[in-house]
């Protein structure tokens, strides 16, 4: 049995507010709040929740863009918070990262090639007649030309521009590509273009993806395996297939309810969402999903659920797990 490609131990991360008084202690919001995970070769995970809900501070500590307030991150094994500089700078040559936004993520004084190559000429030592061949490589890679080398990213449509930043992303050969919103910024039409392309080149590079996403029909597009989270916790884990069939967490099949669909209206279910951010104070009194949950009872607003298995590979936080459903 391999080792996992990427696996995340009970990770945290708290961020300060704004003091309310100058002798008092800023309060901490809790943006992630005991998340594991685990990712293998050549699959894809995809992480779905609503806004605010931890799914980019969770793509940020992945990439150790930012420490975690505790917990930790392994990728091929290696301890990134444990890494010195100069190693976590050659280990980024493993995982990369697409962003959400293909207008803000390319500079717009540099050419296609100097963009796409950036990374590369951070991480070895190669020749600029070899980076720019390299770079010819992999923009043909995304169904771009040789000609698109010298442009800049205004000469390209939103999608074409996604293409680019897939390119620079890919140009290290990474095991991982943590993809945070990739279409969410697109045209409906763009996105499964932008989408296909990502699947193609899963199957032609070996590539895992650690997608990030709040919508699910893009998930259920490309991911193997689906880990939702609520105000920074995992509450339920399946397969793709499991998890879309048979949602056992009433908050994902209140997120499965909302994809759009002709044959029926959307009937929105409990009371409608707090405009509040995630809580401020860490608590394990009562799931912070019940002020919601129709189904919520006595013991769901007194006593914090655990991730815990209702079928094989299939893990659900919740005492009512189907409740008010068919369970497959």
Request: net charge neutral; with cysteine.
């Amino acid at each position: 049995m391999t080792a996992d490609l990427l696996r995340v131990e009970q990770l945290t991360r708290s961020y300060p507010l704004p003091r309310e008084a100058l002798w008092r202690k800023p309060r901490l919001l809790h943006a992630l709040q005991g998340v594991s995970l685990s990712l293998s070769q050549g699959q894809s995970l995809g992480i779905v929740g609503e806004s605010g809900s931890g799914k980019s501070t969770l793509a940020r500590l992945v990439m150790a863009l930012e420490a975690p307030s505790s917990g930790s991150v392994h990728v091929l094994g290696q301890d990134l918070g444990a890494l010195p500089a100069a190693q976590l700078r050659q280990a980024r040559r493993d995982f990369q990262m697409v962003f959400q936004d293909p207008y803000g993520s390319l500079d717009p004084r540099q050419t296609v090639a100097r963009i796409v190559s950036e990374p590369l000429a951070a991480l070895a030592r190669v020749s600029a007649a070899e980076q720019r061949e390299q770079v010819a490589q992999v923009l043909a890679a995304v169904g771009l030309r040789h000609d698109d080398l010298d442009k800049y990213p205004h000469e390209f449509s939103g999608g074409q521009r996604q293409r680019i930043a897939i390119a620079r992303a890919l140009i290290t050969r990474p095991r991982l590509i943590v993809a945070d919103e990739p279409v969410s910024a697109l045209d409906v039409s763009v996105q499964a273009q932008v989408l296909n392309l990502m699947q193609d080149l899963q199957d032609q590079f070996g590539i895992s993806y650690l997608l990030i996403s709040h919508d699910l029909a893009v998930v259920d597009h490309l991911c193997d395996e689906v880990a939702v989270i609520f105000q920074g916790r995992i509450v339920e884990q399946a397969g793709a297939a499991t998890l879309f069939q048979g949602a056992a967490h009433p908050y994902t099949r209140a997120l499965i309810d909302a994809i759009p669909r002709l044959e029926r209206p959307i009937t929105p279910r409990g009371r409608p969402p707090s405009l509040a951010p995630a809580p401020t104070v860490q608590t394990a009194a009562g799931c912070p999903y019940a002020p919601r949950c129709q189904h919520a009872n006595g013991q769901c607003h007194s006593v914090r659920p655990e991730l815990l298995p209702v079928g094989d590979g299939h893990l659900v936080a919740c005492h009512l797990p189907f409740a008010g459903s068919v369970r497959p």
